[in-house]
């Protein structure tokens, strides 16, 4: 369910509401359905190791600026990553190589094109085509999403946890923001990243710790241009949480004098950028909104679109890991033991040739 508009409230309630508890019974059917599909065993394989960036919930946690900072962290080890993503909001199927000088965010949506600023990114439908294209750009995969995918198989599953949210009020889609009963899942991670402070996401890396899963830690760090601090501003963003971009907005010495909220993903209409455009006018504000929103702007040849996209300014967001050398030595140990598996059952093949 990445194509949700945006979060319900109630589904960060610590206890279930009234409505939550209503429509209960279509979440224990969407679990059960969800958590089946992960226990199939994979499609396909590919020779270099694939690192998949996950999540329990649906909704954001951060998992592009983290692929952001993973990947830098692997590039100072000497690595060539390549991302991979389902390209979801772009039309294109793929596998595909994106070309930010070429494709737009309805090409290949708004996270395929934040990624490949960085490094070469393949969308793809089919995760193992796509791999498949990957690693021919690349030594090492990284899977934005997919967690709960069975089709490829990975090397590593790294599962995000927000502390502030954590996975809500414990129930499967569309009661609650769990993709299948978190008990389910658990089995498929190898590790637990909690994503800032709180202590709903604390009680979600302690049942982690409990089945054996080691934790690591980041945060999120908001980045304003340096023009803007303590400038008044008009913060607009069609995410997943948009509270959460406002709060940083103000986090990072904005003064946030009006909020606009969209659904995950949304494709901004002409009339939404004249209202926008409007209201900052009025206000004497200056726009400002997310890098995701930003490059679905991106290339908007409509009058009051191309204005916006001109006008707003992007409020960065920078994933700080904790302790960075402990999951490098993590994700190494992980990519050994693959590499020794698989030259085992290589040999074993041989072996049986032989006879």
């Known amino acids: 369910m990445s194509g949700m508009r945006q979060a319900p409230a109630f589904w960060w309630h610590a206890r ?14 969407y679990g059960a ?49 390549a991302f991979l993503l389902r390209g979801y909001g772009g039309r294109e199927r793929g596998p595909l190589l994106v070309d930010p000088a070429r494709h737009t965010a309805r090409d290949v949506g708004d996270e ?6 960085r490094a070469p990114t393949v969308i793809a439908r089919d995760r193992v085509a796509g791999a498949r294209l990957a690693e021919r750009h690349g030594d090492i995969v990284l899977m ?32 609650g923001p769990l993709r299948a009963p978190l008990f389910r899942q658990l089995p498929f991670a190898n590790a637990l990243v909690g994503i800032g402070a709180g202590a709903a996401g604390d009680r979600v890396l302690a049942l982690g710790t409990a089945h054996g ?24 963003a069609g995410i997943g949480r948009p509270e959460k971009v406002f709060r940083s907005a103000r986090d990072a010495g904005l003064e946030v004098v009006a909020t606009r909220s969209f659904g995950d993903h949304h494709r901004y209409s002409e009339a939404d950028a004249r209202a926008l455009l409007a209201e900052a006018g009025t206000l004497g504000a200056q726009l400002v909104t997310t890098g995701k929103d930003r490059a679905r702007l991106a290339g908007a040849t409509t009058p009051a679109l191309a204005d916006l996209a001109a006008r707003a300014k992007v409020l960065e967001v920078e994933m700080q890991l904790e302790e960075p050398e402990t999951l490098e030595a993590f994700l190494n140990a992980a990519i050994r033991a693959r590499s020794a598996t698989s030259d085992t059952k290589s040999a074993n093949s041989g072996a049986k040739i032989d006879d």
Not at 16 to 29: D, G, K, M, N
Not at 42 to 60: E, H, L, Q, R, S
Not at 153 to 166: I, Q, R
């Open 16 to 29: 279930p509401s009234a409505l939550a508890r209503l429509i209960q019974p279509v979440s224990a059917l």
């Open 33 to 81: 359905i969800t958590a089946r599909r992960m226990a199939r065993p994979p499609k396909g394989w590919i020779d270099a190791p694939v690192i998949c960036i996950g999540n329990f919930v649906a909704g954001g946690t951060g998992k592009t600026p983290f692929a952001l900072a993973l990947a830098e962290l692997l590039v100072q080890q000497g690595r060539r990553p």
């Open 112 to 117: 395929a094109l934040l990624l490949a600023d």
């Open 144 to 175: 934005d999403d997919g967690f709960q995918n069975p089709d490829l198989a990975k090397t590593v599953s790294l599962v995000l946890v927000d502390g502030e949210t954590g996975t809500g009020n414990d129930l499967s889609l569309p009661a």
């Open 213 to 236: 899963l080691p934790v690591f830690r980041a945060t999120l760090a908001p980045r304003a241009p340096a023009d803007l601090a303590g400038a008044r501003a008009l913060v607009f």
